[in-house]
């Protein structure tokens, strides 16, 4: 996080702290003196969109009811101002001339936090907050915060819920919200209001949203939640209307990106565990035993790379973002064979997107898609345990084997969040309200580097969080795993 000096601007001066570059006799062979000094290019800040430049009628900029608030002492600091900025890169390479490389990457986001101004009267406010898509651990503690942040923080008595999913704009009336309704929420898993995939009709949403008077509109979701978001804030933004929209990003499998981390992301990690644990199990008391565990991750393997890390016990990680193949040298098939020679068992974890394009499909299957235009995937472990059975009884006939296969999918989905997830859900909530209290609009709140900002929607939308197996990530899960890359020669 750091501190600028000028007012908001695309390519800030201010962020440059230019110093000598070094003198060549501190280069040996390429490399630097840890201690010389170095050239730090222009940092861009990310403009976000606001309700002043569109919304001719915007009411004046009042001061901050925190400031009124019993249970807050604003100090010196407290509030956030359009100077406080969050670097999207902090680790970065140096070139042989001692200024840093790539100079269009070191990107700026507005810092997220309570401002000392709003441009919303907390008295008039009224707020919809809706849930899209998957369900994912963390939903209702999101909801939650978002109405005890609008009721306590600001003073907004007009808070609710739309049932379902898009469609419940203009399909089911919407349903009140108070702190005492939705008091123990954080407790339960999926969503109470409710979800669903598809229904996403602009024009009737925007109807709904101007109709029922909401002027605020939070957004709980995925990437195609968020793309939907996207849509739904140039159309309010067309009509000009006095319409705060965010997003809050919601996925599993971790696949939004820009931000370091979705909510419930660390929750599924941690109930990964629990399959992974009794499919080594399983394995580990069976003679020549393979346990098969599948994780969600249709097009990053994210909760798979974590879950083999944390278990050191999984013997080969498969995920979306490297290819696999089964026979031959160097295949899937010899490598388990020589584990199985060696430990006498073995444990594969592989995301559900992994292999897909190994898997036979009909025609049908191949035009197959979801409610929200997602290509339908097989289950790669039905799959892989046919195949593997497949494999063993050729090349071992009358010898003892065993393929436990273990589906966790909707377990994971359904739970309730874990305690770091609960306070993620808290802070990424109150910032979003702090951000539309403020007049800023169509962004997604989220942490970069651990502090959270404010991201344009349609930057979010667009970014994908996929596996760099080029990473220090993928090489310790090689590492822990010893598995060949499965690179055909």
């Not at 969503?191 to 509109?217: C, E, P, W």
Request: glycine letters at 10%; one cysteine or more.
């Amino acid at each position: 996080m750091a501190n600028l000096s000028q007012p908001e601007a695309t390519d800030l001066a201010a962020g440059s702290a230019t110093q000598n570059p070094p003198p060549p006799q501190q280069q040996q062979n390429g490399h630097f003196d840890d201690h010389q000094d170095f050239s730090l290019s222009p940092i861009t800040l990310q403009k976000l969109p606001h309700l002043s430049e569109y919304v001719q009628d915007l009411q004046p900029a009042r001061s901050n009811p925190l400031d009124r608030n019993p249970f807050f002492c604003p100090s010196d600091g407290f509030y956030i101002t359009s100077t406080d900025v969050v670097l999207r890169h902090t680790v970065c390479r140096l070139s042989p001339s001692g200024t840093l490389d790539s100079p269009s990457h070191h990107v700026a986001y507005i810092r997220a936090g309570p401002r000392k101004n709003i441009f919303f009267d907390p008295s008039t406010t009224k707020a919809a907050i809706v849930t899209c898509g998957g369900l994912c651990p963390g939903m209702n503690t999101v909801i939650r915060e978002l109405v005890v942040g609008l009721w306590d923080l600001y003073g907004v008595r007009q808070i609710f819920g739309i049932k379902a999913g898009y469609r419940g704009f203009y399909s089911t009336p919407p349903v009140e919200l108070s702190p005492k309704r939705v008091h123990n929420w954080h407790m339960r898993g999926g969503t109470v209001l409710g979800t669903s995939r598809g229904g996403f009709d602009l024009k009737k949403i925007v109807d709904a949203i101007q109709n029922h008077g909401f002027n605020q509109v939070y957004i709980i979701g995925g990437d195609g939640t968020m793309r939907g978001a996207v849509k739904i804030f140039e159309e309010v933004q067309r009509r000009k209307l006095r319409v705060g929209v965010t997003g809050i990003p919601k996925t599993v499998d971790n696949d939004v990106g820009i931000i370091d981390r979705s909510f419930g992301f660390q929750t599924a990690v941690e109930m990964a565990q629990q399959a992974i644990h009794a499919a080594h199990v399983e394995a580990e008391s069976a003679v020549n035993g393979i346990g098969l565990v599948k994780l969600m991750g249709r097009s990053t393997g994210h909760i798979t790379l974590h879950a083999t890390l944390s278990s050191r016990d999984v013997d080969c990680c498969l995920i979306p973002e490297t290819e696999f193949y089964l026979e031959g040298k160097g295949g899937l098939f010899e490598f388990l064979e020589q584990r199985l020679k060696n430990r006498g068992h073995a444990v594969v974890v592989v995301a559900e997107g992994a292999g897909q394009d190994l898997i036979p499909r009909t025609k049908d299957q191949e035009e197959g898609r979801d409610e929200s235009g997602n290509r339908v995937f097989l289950d790669v472990g039905a799959w892989l345990k046919s195949e593997l059975k497949k494999w063993w009884d050729r090349g071992h006939p009358n010898e003892l084997f065993t393929v436990k296969y273990i589906d966790p999918t909707y377990m994971i989905r359904a739970v309730t969040a874990n305690a770091t997830d609960n306070l993620y859900c808290t802070l990424v909530a109150h910032s979003a309200i702090h951000g539309v209290m403020a007049g800023y609009t169509g962004f997604v709140t989220g942490p970069i580097n651990g502090n959270h900002a404010y991201i344009p929607l349609i930057d979010v939308a667009q970014a994908k969080n996929e596996v760099n197996t080029k990473d220090h990530k993928w090489e310790w899960v090689r590492s822990v795993t010893n598995q060949p890359d499965f690179a055909k020669p």
